[in-house]
């Protein structure tokens, strides 16, 4: 016996494209689901990658204030935190660096000895302004190019030659400038082999050469009146003495010599004390009483000499801190210059007036007035303008009158027009408390 079993083929080939398609749409689902979830997934973690990867550019280029947020998962979040963290220490020091460095910076600036740092063939890697002020612009110039000067390139010389410190006193003509000029060898200065300092030392040698001047001076005023007692001391014992008349006169100006050298020695002594600080008797005065004083002493001498002297002073002025004596001599000093280089029909006024936190004390004459390229210096010890030599002065009245007020806690100042006249004021500190004279 058989069983035949069958059926068609086309059902069969039905079925199988039936299975086939449902397994491509499963699989094509199942990967699309996988793509995407993928994607996902990639997103999450590469999107703090990226922002790492901008902050780390950015940082690159000297922005340092990056912080990126963390992210995606515990690695990523890790990383994030120690680029912060790294940023913030990087950010720590470079403060750190620019604030030290801008302080040094700051201290060099401001030095006023001028500060050279040259490499090992002497060529200027740095230079402050004060240095700039002497060598002029000269970064990446050779020094001894740049200087000019064959005793500041031989000194420079000597101390590359040697490794060692070379110091000397250098004369600038052209600047009328001394400068003490130092050079030393830099240990570990990463390309600074040398450094240079130039100490300006002008004010000390004018100084210097005033006070030798002044030796000069003093000698030459001390023996002027010397020979003048000794020639009519000589005068009135070859005979002289046996004419009432004439000894009289001899003696008179024996007398007129020795009171210039008890003024000299006497200058001499008070500008001494008023220097030792020890001279000054503070009290509390009316300044306009002073004035008036110094005023009434002097009017004999304007009225002789055709000079109008008038006090301008309101009556209530604060009273002020001060030496009535020493006060009464700086303004004494300023109004017998101020008659003295004041012609017949000129005028000399003395002007008190408060001026916020000052008393300010002037006198203003119509007189010779002074050049300007004398005007700085006349406050200087035994300074005398070349003029007025003639006039027989010692040069320390000004100076006298300049210690006074710097002993009050003030100070001095002059302005002139040549033939015009001059005004010298005396600024004074006025007590924040100070009472008004009345
Ligand atoms: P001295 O004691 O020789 O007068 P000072 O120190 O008082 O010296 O003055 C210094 C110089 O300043 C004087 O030689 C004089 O030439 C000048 N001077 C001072 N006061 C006046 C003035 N009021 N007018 C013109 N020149 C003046």
Known sequence: AAVRVS???????ADLRRIAATVAITGGAATLAAVIIAAVIAGAVARPLNRLREASRALASGALDQNVAAGGGAEVADLAASFNEMSSRLRETIDTLAEERSRLGALLNSSVDGLVALDAHGVIRYLN????????????????EAARNHELAALLQQALGASRTAAGTIHLPTRDTWLLARFSPVQGGGGWAMLVILHDITDIRRAESARR???ANVSHELRTPLAGIKAVVETLRDGALADPEASVEFLGRVDAE??????L?????QLARIESGTALRVTDIAPREVLAGCVDRFSHMAERSGVALTLNAPANLPRIQADPAQLAQAVSNLVHNALKFTGEGGEVVVTAARDGEE??????????GIDPAELPRIFERFYVVDRARSTRGTGLGLAIVKHIARAHGGSVEAISTLG?????TIRL??????????
């Open 429 to 438: 500190p006025v007590p924040a408390t100070a009472a008004t004279s009345r």
């Open 420 to 424: 015009r006249g001059s005004t010298f």
């Open 359 to 368: 008393l300010t004390i002037s006198v203003r004459d119509s007189g010779s």
């Open 129 to 144: 302004p004060a240095a700039a002020a002497v060598l002029g612009e000269a970064g990446g110039r050779p020094f001894a």
């Open 7 to 13: 059926t068609p083929t086309s059902a069969v080939a």
């Open 258 to 263: 020795v009171d210039r050298l008890v003024q």
């Open 213 to 215: 001047d002044f030796v």
């Open 265 to 269: 020695v006497e200058e001499l002594l």
